[in-house]
C-alpha cells in the first residue's frame, strides 16, 4: 500500500476538526488500518488529549512538516492523518504545493485526501470556493458536521448546488447529531470514542461510563462508519 | 426470581392488559422471598405502580436522556436484588430501543442479572404482531408470555394466524387468572394492599353475602395463591434453564461490532 495522507480541516474554527478526526481514526482503527496521528493544534494539543499517541506540529514550520512528509516513506504505518488547525487549511494546501508534495501525488507516490468540514453559515461556502482550486484533482470529501447542530445549513440549496457542481470530485459526508450529554462524557473522560463504546479509561482499565451513554456513542458512531463506508474512503485512499 | 437475580420488563404494546398489576405481583412475590427489588414505574404521568411501592420504587420518564441512564444503569448493575419494571405501553418502542442500542442483555448478563421479559397478549392482532417482532428481536434473552384471563380473547379467525400460533407455541407462558370485578376495583383503589399481606392474613371461614370488601379479599387471596404458583413454576423451569446454561463470562464488547 502506497502512503497515503489524509489533511481533516477547515478555515472557520468551531466546525468540529478534531471530532471529525477522532472518528476517522476510530474508523480506521476498525478497518485494521493503523495510523499515525498528527495534532496541527499546535501547541494546544486537542487531538493529543484522547488520542495521546499523536504528534502536535506547527504544519506552518519547515522543521515539523519534514518530520511528517520526510518519513512517509520509512514509517511502518502508512497512512497519516493530519488536523488541522482552524484558519490553517488553505495554507498548508499551498505549503503542500509549494514543497511539491501534490506533485508525488500526482506521479502517483502517494495517496492524499481531504476532509473539508465545514459549518452551517454561509461563510463555510465561501470556504468551499477558496479551497477549490487547491483541492482539484484530489479525494476531497466535504464533511457536513451535524454533531453540534440541532438544524443544519442556512445555505440556500440552489447556492449549495452550484458550489458543488464546481467540485467533480467531491464527496459529500454527512456527520450525525451524538447525544449532548454523551458527547460531553467522552469529552470528560478524554478517551476515543470506540474506547468509550467498550468501556474502557485513558489507562485501558475498566471504565465507569454509562451504559445508556455508552449506547448512544455506539450507535452514532456505527453510524458514522457506514457513512465512511458509503463514500468508500479507505478504497479511495487505498487506490 | 428466588435464586436467579431477575430484571423482570412487563410489557405490552396496549394500555389497560394488566401490565402494572403483574408487576405489583412481580414485586409482592420477590418481597416475600425476602428480597428488597428495585422497582421502576415508567408511567410518569399516572404513577400508578409507584403509588402501590413508594419508598422502594423509581420514576422514570423515558424521554429523559438522565432517566434513562437511571433506569438502565441501575438495571445492568451486578446486586442480589431483582428489579421489576413497570413499562409504559407509551415507553415500549424507546424502551426496547435503549435495550438493544445499549447492549443492555450481554452487560446484565456480565454482572449477574438475567433479563425476563413478560410480554402480555390480548386478542388485538398488533398485540401478538408485537410479541413476535419482540422474539425475534430479542431471541437471546428470556421471554415470557404473559396470557391476562381477564382481557378479551382472540377471535378464532385471529387464531389462525401464524402470529397467534407462534406466540401459543412458545416454551414460557404465565397464565394471569381472571380476577373478580369487584376484586380488582378493590386493588387498583387501594395501592398501599400488599398482596403478601393478603396471603399471611388467616382465611376467614365463611364471608356474609353483604360484606362485599370480605367477598373481595377472599378472591383477591385466592387469585393470589394461584398467580403466585404460577410465577414460582416459572422461576423454577427459568432456574433450571439458566442452571443447564450457564451464564456466559463477562461480556466483551467488540470494537468491530456492527451497527445492529
Redesign the interface.
Known amino acids: 500500500m502506497k502512503p497515503v495522507v489524509l489533511l481533516i480541516g477547515a478555515d472557520k474554527g468551531g466546525v468540529g476538526k478534531t471530532t471529525v478526526t477522532r472518528t476517522v481514526l476510530d474508523y480506521l482503527a476498525s478497518k485494521n488500518m493503523p495510523t499515525r496521528a498528527f495534532d496541527a493544534e499546535h501547541p494546544r494539543g486537542t487531538l493529543k488529549r484522547f488520542h495521546p499517541g499523536s504528534t502536535v506540529i506547527d504544519i506552518t514550520d519547515v522543521a515539523d512538516q519534514m518530520r511528517m512528509l520526510d518519513t512517509l516513506h520509512s514509517s511502518d504505518v502508512k497512512v497519516s492523518v493530519i488536523d488541522i488547525r482552524a484558519g490553517l487549511l488553505s495554507g498548508t494546501l499551498q505549503a503542500l504545493t509549494d514543497v511539491g508534495f501534490f506533485d508525488m501525488v500526482k506521479g502517483g507516490e502517494f495517496n492524499f485526501g481531504l476532509l473539508h468540514v465545514v459549518g452551517p453559515s454561509v461563510a463555510s461556502l465561501d470556504e468551499i470556493s477558496e479551497v477549490l482550486p487547491l483541492a482539484e484533482d484530489k479525494h476531497y470529501f466535504v464533511v457536513k458536521n451535524f454533531i453540534n447542530e440541532t438544524s443544519f445549513f442556512e445555505w440556500n440549496p440552489d447556492v449549495y448546488k452550484s458550489y458543488f457542481k464546481m467540485l467533480k470530485n467531491a464527496v459529500e459526508v454527512n456527520v450525525p447529531k451524538l447525544n449532548e450529554m454523551a458527547y460531553e462524557q467522552v469529552e470528560l473522560a478524554g478517551v476515543p470514542f470506540q474506547t468509550f463504546v467498550d468501556n474502557r479509561n485513558p489507562q485501558g482499565m475498566p471504565g465507569n461510563y454509562s451504559l445508556v451513554l455508552r449506547g448512544y456513542v455506539r450507535t452514532w458512531l456505527n453510524q458514522i462508519k457506514a457513512e465512511y463506508d458509503r463514500v468508500g474512503l479507505v478504497d479511495r485512499l487505498s487506490t | 426470581m428466588q435464586r436467579i437475580t431477575c430484571a423482570a420488563i412487563v410489557a405490552s404494546v396496549h394500555a389497560r392488559t394488566g401490565k402494572t398489576l403483574l408487576s405489583r405481583v412481580l414485586a409482592d412475590y420477590v418481597m416475600l422471598s425476602g428480597e428488597n427489588p428495585m422497582i421502576f414505574d415508567t408511567d410518569a404521568l399516572e404513577q400508578t405502580l409507584s403509588a402501590s411501592f413508594p419508598t422502594e420504587s423509581l420514576v422514570v420518564d423515558i424521554d429523559q ?2 432517566d ?2 437511571r ?3 441501575n438495571l ?1 448493575a451486578a446486586s442480589d436484588d431483582s428489579r421489576v419494571v413497570d413499562l409504559s405501553h407509551l415507553a415500549f418502542r424507546k424502551f426496547f430501543n ?1 435495550m438493544r ?4 442483555i450481554p ?1 446484565a448478563r456480565s454482572a449477574g442479572i438475567e433479563p425476563v421479559i413478560f410480554y402480555i397478549t390480548n386478542h388485538d392482532r398488533r398485540s401478538l404482531e408485537e410479541g413476535c417482532l419482540l422474539l425475534d428481536r430479542f431471541a437471546d434473552c428470556t421471554v415470557v408470555v404473559v396470557d391476562n384471563g381477564y382481557l378479551r380473547q382472540p377471535t378464532s379467525i385471529t387464531r389462525q394466524t401464524s402470529d397467534y400460533r407462534t406466540l401459543r407455541a412458545h416454551d414460557l407462558r404465565l397464565g394471569m387468572p381472571a380476577l373478580d370485578a369487584v376484586a380488582a376495583t378493590v386493588i387498583e383503589e387501594d395501592p398501599l394492599l400488599s398482596l403478601a399481606e393478603v396471603l399471611r392474613q388467616p382465611m376467614r371461614p365463611s364471608v356474609d353475602d353483604g360484606d362485599l370488601v370480605g367477598q373481595a379479599r377472599a378472591a383477591i387471596r385466592s387469585w393470589v395463591i394461584r398467580l403466585f404458583r404460577e410465577v414460582h413454576r416459572l422461576n423454577e423451569l427459568m432456574d433450571a434453564r439458566l442452571a443447564a446454561e450457564p451464564i456466559p463470562p463477562p461480556w ?2 467488540s ?5 445492529a
Open positions: 436522556v438522565r434513562q441512564m433506569l438502565f444503569d445492568a435503549l442500542d445499549t447492549d443492555f452487560e466483551t464488547p470494537p468491530s461490532r456492527s451497527n
